[in-house]
């Protein structure tokens, strides 16, 4: 069965280090998702992509986050500058049209900032 | 404003009994979609089960069934028969028509079954 998969399974990096969160969608969807869990919280959406452009962003996804499909399978969340806040797992999420209700989400990338 | 509610932080169940995690929601939209989301220890998130606004029946998968009360704004999870594997955090969430591209999260209630 298709899954999403996301590397690496868990990151650490120094405050102020840029970092990039890879995640590979299942291959026949076309909307991509990044969400985020602060260890023991809720899970926040942060953004959406498709059509090789963000749809929807929330006010989390500010400036220091982008987002990126640089080929055909690899969809990428990169963080410029870390901040200590910034430790959490990463979901990746994919869904196969608009139409489409199931979300898939990826094992998650657990960010430890130090 | 809270757009997904879920009032129980905890819950305990029995083996083999049935347990109800409660979610309420907020929205001015007719079109809406409503999920649970099982979380393991693990970490990764397991898609349950789907509830349309315009689904006439409440939705079921195996032992999930979720009880919809639009009126109420209400969405509760009912799990039959628990079994120690279901032992996990449970997220309901809600994709609004006019947002169609993000899904909000309720805080979550952790299920502890009890052998």
């Known amino acids: 069965e298709p899954e999403v998969t996301q590397t690496p399974s868990h990151q650490v990096t120094q405050m102020g280090q840029e970092v990039i969160l890879r995640c590979v969608p299942i291959?026949?969807?076309?909307?991509f998702y990044w969400y985020r869990q602060i260890l023991g919280q809720k899970v926040e959406f942060l953004v959406s992509f498709y059509n090789n452009e963000i749809s929807e962003k929330s006010e989390i996804f500010d400036d220091q986050f982008s987002v990126e499909r640089p080929d055909g399978s690899n969809f990428t969340l990169k963080i410029r500058s870390t901040k200590l806040e910034d430790s959490a797992m990463y979901f990746c999420?994919?869904?196969?049209?608009?139409?489409?209700?199931?979300?898939?989400f990826g094992p998650g990338t657990r960010l430890t900032v130090l | 404003a809270q757009k997904i509610t879920q009032t129980q932080p905890g819950m305990f169940v029995q083996e083999k009994e049935a347990v109800t995690l409660d979610c309420t929601y907020d929205t001015s939209d007719q079109s809406y979609g409503l999920f649970w989301y099982k979380q393991p220890s693990s970490g990764e998130m397991i898609f349950l089960i789907y509830?349309?606004?315009?689904?006439?029946q409440n939705a079921t998968e195996g032992r999930y069934s979720l009880n919809f009360q639009k009126a109420r704004k209400s969405a509760n999870l009912v799990i039959s028969a628990s079994q120690l594997g279901d032992s996990a955090m449970y997220f309901c969430a809600m994709r609004e028509g006019h947002r169609d591209n993000d899904m909000r999260f309720g805080a979550g209630t952790r299920l502890t079954v009890k052998p």
């Open positions: 509830q349309g606004s315009y689904d006439e």
């Open positions: 291959s026949n969807h076309l909307y």
């Open positions: 999420a994919s869904r196969r049209w608009v139409e489409a209700n199931e979300q898939f």
